[in-house]
């Protein structure tokens, strides 16, 4: 079968698949299948560069046919970047989950370190960084999708740090420049280290946790409020 019979027939079939509630599903609406090629893609993109993956081998690899594949995204770009956004999103709930579980700032503030640190060193977002870099002169775009995201970690944190402001905890000017330092703290320099291979594996959790512990009594000692004479 041609690309183009392939697509349309894929179409076809994604349009008349019947959601449980009744009616017809809307080509590429079905998050079951989405779902079902993202999960392949990770799998794909993780096993290789960005350059070597293909779109047959994530068809492949997630069970669907190749016009059903493009029924859900456009290209490699759009597969690529999808799969970052849903992981980042399921990063961002964990994040905000941490700081709002919590009642003592110090506290919720470790948690968030930990959270953030243990993420940003874990194999698939360094090799999901080394992918992005990899073509980032010649695909501008993709990086851009990679980097900015209104609901960001950065934007959860300072919305977070703007409320104990506000509650009188903390005493902050800027407080996107505070969230931006204390992912710094946080990071280390276990990021670096890991993104272009110095460090093999993980840093151990007893040595993320003394840096996380330093990173907040250093936040703490420079914006905790005075205490009311």
């Given at each position: 079968?041609?690309?183009?019979?392939?697509?349309?027939?894929?179409?076809?079939a994604e349009m008349e698949t019947t959601p449980s509630g009744g009616g017809?599903?809307?080509?590429?609406?079905?998050?079951?299948?989405?779902?079902?090629i993202l999960d392949g893609a990770k799998v794909i993109f993780m096993g290789t560069n960005f350059d070597a993956a293909?779109?047959?081998?994530?068809?492949?690899?997630?069970?669907?046919?190749?016009?059903?594949?493009?029924?859900?995204f456009q290209n490699k770009e759009d597969l690529f970047a999808a799969l970052i956004e849903r992981q980042r999103s399921r990063f961002v709930?964990?994040?905000?989950?941490?700081?709002t579980e919590?009642?003592?700032?110090?506290?919720?503030?470790?948690?968030?370190?930990?959270?953030?640190?243990?993420?940003?060193?874990?194999?698939?977002v360094i090799c999901s960084m080394r992918s992005v870099l990899g073509v980032i002169d010649r695909m501008p775009g993709l990086a851009h999708r990679f980097f900015s995201s209104p609901?960001?970690?950065?934007?959860?944190?300072?919305?977070?740090?703007?409320?104990?402001?506000?509650?009188?905890?903390?005493?902050?000017?800027?407080?996107?420049?505070?969230?931006?330092?204390?992912?710094e703290l946080s990071s280390g320099t276990y990021f670096k280290l890991r993104l272009f291979g110095d460090m093999k594996e993980m840093p151990?959790?007893?040595?993320?946790?003394?840096?996380?512990?330093?990173?907040?009594?250093?936040?703490?000692s420079a914006y905790r409020a005075p205490a009311a004479k």
């Open positions: 079968m041609s690309t183009n019979a392939e697509h349309t027939a894929a179409t076809v017809r599903r809307v080509a590429g609406e079905d998050p079951v299948k989405r779902e079902q293909s779109m047959s081998d994530v068809a492949r690899e997630a069970g669907v046919s190749k016009g059903t594949l493009y029924v859900y709930a964990s994040i905000r989950d941490a700081l919590r009642d003592d700032v110090e506290d919720a503030l470790f948690h968030f370190g930990m959270t953030f640190c243990r993420h940003l060193t874990s194999g698939d609901s960001n970690v950065r934007a959860v944190l300072q919305e977070y740090l703007d409320r104990q402001v506000a509650a009188g905890t903390l005493r902050i000017d800027d407080t996107d420049l505070a969230a931006r330092q204390f992912i151990p959790i007893e040595e993320i946790q003394r840096v996380i512990n330093s990173a907040v009594f250093v936040f703490m």
